[in-house]
Structures are given as structure tokens and as C-alpha cells.
């Protein structure tokens, strides 16, 4: 993934130069009631989305900020380039150096003519909800990869990574933070909605749910699963390897070679339960609250066992 870091870097740093000139309330734009970061998307990257044709052999992984898009996101390009250069013969076209930066909705709004050209498999990343997605993605019936975990980390995780990196506001207090986030004025979304609009697609037989938790749990039996939902076929010894140089100890490890100063804010603490740090009584109860509101007796909300990792 070294080759793939300075593609994320070189973008980061050149959105970190951009939003350096800006105040804090210039840093973010609207699409369809959503916020965005200026320096990394505009309003005609989402036009130009559109015309992306996605293919039924396209791995996708979607999943809020946070909610460890880039451990996973290693994970799935791991895979994909072990399996092509197994079954292949050859340097797989998912190298660690991929032509386009994976997150779709961040770049220039020429980039989905170039992907368009690319060749397969394609690995994608996105935050977006499902109604902001390329409707080839659902009509082509490319395999998604729907990445979840516990609100109360994703909050806490989103607290630091907001203040770590200049190209989102950042906050004073973990209050004003958290009202941000209870008020839907985060980057992205609410999370809470995002969950509720992802559950009417947990039934799809092109989706595939799994939990940063889960994974964190057992990796290797996580490996496996995901690998096996995109029909990537290798040995026992393939995918321990790949867990192993997917862990938290290894990215962190590797994180400067990978991802320049922008590894030190990715790479914080990879932890379950953090959040404990951080909420006040009324914080949890106020969640609590939102989080029964919203996805209470879901898929979704019965997948994140929220009994279990957001109980104080």
C-alpha cells in the first residue's frame, strides 16, 4: 500500500495547502443537504459521478467516516492483487499503486471518464449514502462491501480526526463536537440517517454487512468472509498474511512510509470503546436515545450490538 499512500498524501496535502487560506466556515459545501470538504470534492464531482459505469465485478466498500474505511479499504486491495496475480499469472491491473485515488466522490470531475477506461477489478471506497451513489453501481449489481461500527467510537474518532487535519473545522471542546454531530452538521451526514438508509439495502444479496468490531474480534475469520463474498479464492496461509499486514500494529507501523504526516492523524488508536474517554451521562443517554430512534430493531441496529459495545 506504500504507492497507494502517495496518491492519498499528494491529494491531502495539496487540499491542506487550499484549506490553509480559508476560514473555517469556507471549508465545507452543500450537495443535496450534505456537507462536503471544499479541497476534496466540489459540486461537479457529484454531476460528473454520474456518468461512472459500474460493473458487476466491481468491489465497492461503503461506510462513514471513521468507521475504518482505510483498514478495510487495505484489506479488500490486498486481496484483490494477491487473487490476480495468482489467477492471472501477471502484475495485477489493483496494484499498489491504483491510477485513481479510491474514494469516489473525492478528486476532479474528470476522474470517472478515466475510470470508466480502467481496467477490472475495480476497488472503490465511499462515504455516501446509497440515493448518492451512481445508479449503475445498484443497476449492474457491483458487490458492496457495507462497513459499520459503533456510533460512539465513529463520534469519538471523528472528534479527533477533525481536529488533527485542516481541511474540516475543527472544535474547541468535545461538546461543541458532539453537538455538531447530534445536529447533523457533520461532514457527510448524520450517521444515524446514513445507518437508517443503508438498513433498506442490509437484505441485498449484493451486500455484505460486517462490523469494525467483528473484525477487530477475529481478523482472519473477517478476511475470510470478505474475501469469500467477492468470490476471491486463496490459501489459508494467503489470507493470514493478509490479516497480519492488515493490522492496526503494522498500518500504524507503516503509516509514515505510507501516508507521510497524514498517517499520524489516520493511525490513532484503532480502539474498541474509546468513546468511554470522552461522554458525559448525558452524552450517553442522549445517544442512546438517537441511536433507538433511528435503527432500534433493524439489521443494522441488531448488527452493531450496540448493547453490548455502547452501554456505560
Known amino acids: ?20 487560506t480559508m476560514d473555517r466556515d469556507e471549508l465545507l459545501f452543500s450537495h443535496k443537504g450534505i456537507l462536503y470538504p471544499v479541497t476534496l470534492s466540489s459540486p ?26 482505510n483498514w478495510v479499504g487495505q484489506i479488500l486491495s490486498d486481496l484483490v492483487v494477491i487473487f490476480e496475480k495468482k489467477t492471472q499469472n501477471k502484475e495485477s491491473s489493483v496494484s499498489d499503486e491504483p491510477p485513481e485515488f479510491p474514494y469516489l466522490e473525492m478528486g476532479d470531475a474528470g476522474k470517472y471518464e478515466r475510470m470508466n477506461k480502467l481496467p477490472s477489478r475495480r476497488v472503490i471506497f465511499t462515504h455516501l449514502l446509497p440515493e448518492n451513489l451512481p445508479r449503475s453501481i445498484f443497476k449492474n449489481k457491483a458487490k458492496i462491501l457495507l462497513l459499520l461500527r459503533n456510533p460512539k467510537d465513529v463520534a469519538t474518532s471523528f472528534y479527533h480526526f477533525t481536529n488533527g487535519l485542516s481541511l474540516l473545522p475543527s472544535y474547541e471542546t468535545w ?16 450517521y444515524f440517517e446514513y445507518l437508517s438508509k443503508w438498513n433498506k439495502y442490509a437484505d441485498d444479496e449484493n451486500v455484505m454487512t460486517i462490523t469494525y468490531e467483528e473484525l ?13 463474498f467477492f468470490g476471491i479464492s486463496l490459501t489459508e496461509k494467503e489470507l493470514q498474511s493478509v490479516a497480519e499486514r492488515s493490522s492496526f500494529q503494522s498500518m500504524k507501523k507503516n503509516s509514515q512510509k505510507t501516508h507521510g504526516s497524514f498517517g499520524n492523524i489516520l493511525f ?39 448493547e453490548e459495545y455502547c452501554k456505560a
Not at 2 to 20: H, P, Q, R, S, Y
Not at 273 to 282: P, Q
Request: hydrophobic share 40%.
Open 175 to 190: 461538546d461543541d463536537f458532539f453537538i455538531a454531530f447530534m445536529t447533523k452538521k457533520m461532514p457527510w451526514g448524520c
Open 268 to 306: 490513532r488508536k484503532g480502539a474498541v470503546s474509546d468513546w468511554k474517554n470522552l461522554f458525559s451521562e448525558d452524552q450517553n443517554e442522549k445517544m442512546d436515545k438517537a441511536f433507538e430512534e433511528h435503527v432500534g430493531g433493524t439489521k443494522l441496529g441488531t448488527k452493531l450490538k450496540y
Open 1 to 20: 500500500m506504500e504507492k497507494f499512500g502517495k496518491i492519498m498524501t499528494d491529494l491531502v496535502e495539496k487540499a491542506v495547502v487550499a484549506a490553509n
Open 44 to 69: 461537479e464531482v457529484f454531476r460528473a459521478m454520474e456518468s461512472l459505469e459500474a460493473r458487476s465485478d466491481d468491489i465497492i466498500l461503503a461506510g462513514y467516516p471513521k468507521s475504518g474505511t
Open 216 to 228: 477487530k474480534e477475529n481478523p482472519v475469520l473477517g478476511v475470510k468472509n470478505i474475501a469469500a
